[in-house]
């Protein structure tokens, strides 16, 4: 960052990568909360020798710039933090004043805290954030990323599902006869899939390959949760669901059972092939496709969070339990691919379910783009991400309501949420409004003060109760009203 990139950046009014602090003679403390968000988030800059002032910033510079720098650096590669960081330090003279400018990477080894755990901060919007105890568990999760399914259970091939193990023997010599592990047996297949190793059963071919009941011996409450929705959100909808897929055995069975739903939601103008792979004329189903294995493929089983797929009138949401391993641009840019779960990957790779290399993110994007004329939106926070495949071509009724529910305000959309799920938490209405935590944060303390909202319980499982002061119902009615009429229209 040179020096115009730096004055450059104080023009903005919100800085996601960017903090400054006035530090005219010391460290401040709180610029040791800034380090642990940007390490343990995307990075970002912290600057000595600047101050926010009305939405604005004063030059106050560093006295003694050598000694500041110094005494953060050496904090910083000391005991303080739990990590050792490697800031890149530059120097710039403004206005005749010495500020300092810290580049703070994203650590590989998260979380990232200085004393205690309790001191452990992420970066939200423009602000530092303390993380809660789940993000903390979901951090050191994400730094085995790529190895849990890899670990031994203590299942053996008797603990396993027979028929499950045959039909993927049959659909894999269906789908390449030619392969060489059409001559194996049961277990020796298994071996070389790395569903065995050693005479036990691993993680991820449990996952694939397990019965039900085993399955959530180690896990809690194993499924991955597929609804459709009437609507073009809960709101508009008539029922909260019209269908849900029922518990399944293990992925081998969700793959299947929520495939043949998910080719009736898309536009399918040619035959399908019996491996259910797309031709060069069907992008589309190749790009969901790559979605959902992508979603077995990438889960973080171990969450509390599950993972979901939603099918809207418009769009159908792939929800992801854990971060991506890298930002979306990199992955696109270097076709990078770093499953979380690589030997749920390598199994669906042997039957061609899956691309043998690259992340599969430029088959949903190009794929979806050449069809429907719009790309996937992906967003996210620290312990999940989420993939939204939009179903119109153009201005149809379908985007014609969504733009309906749109006009609603904020306040009143997390009212109707509310409604819905009363228990909801503060994330989740983020992840379904598309905003920050903070300005959800803010949207419910505004909602409390103004006594149309109250909180039962403590934080964790407690609810939500909607005050009769709330007049939002008529708001409501009128949407609805609005969305039949552009039923009728169309």
Known sequence: MNQKELLDKLEELEWEDFEVKEARTSIPKSSFETVSAFSNTNGGWLVFGIKEYRRGYNITGVEDAEKIEQDFTTALRGEKFNQKIIATCKKYLIEGKNVLAFYIQTSEKRPVYFNSRKNTFIRTGSGDQRATDAEIDAMYRDSAFGTKDKELTDFTIEDLNPKTIE???IYLGNVNPEHR???LSAEALLEKLQAIVD???????LLVFGTEDNINRLLTDFRIDYLEIPGTSYSDAPTRYSYRLSEEENLFRFYFSIFERLIKKIDLPFTLRADGFATDRQPQL???REALVNLLMHSDYFSPMKPRIRVFLDRIEFMNPGALPKDLDSIMKEDFTMPRNPTVARIFRVI?????AGSGFDKMFGGWKSYYEVEPKVSGELDYYKIVFPLSKEETV??????VQEELKTGEKIILLIKEEPSITTKELAGELGVTVKGIEWQLKSLKEKDILRRVGPDKGGHWEITENWT???T???TREKTREKTREN
């Open 167 to 169: 039909d993927y023997k």
């Open 181 to 183: 592990y059409n001559k």
């Open 199 to 205: 005479g036990k059963v691993t993680i991820g071919g």
């Open 286 to 288: 190749t790009a969901i």
């Open 352 to 356: 061609r379910l899956s691309e043998n």
């Open 398 to 403: 379908k985007e014609s309501t969504r733009k």
């Open 472 to 474: 939002g119902e008529k």
């Open 476 to 478: 409501r009615e009128k």
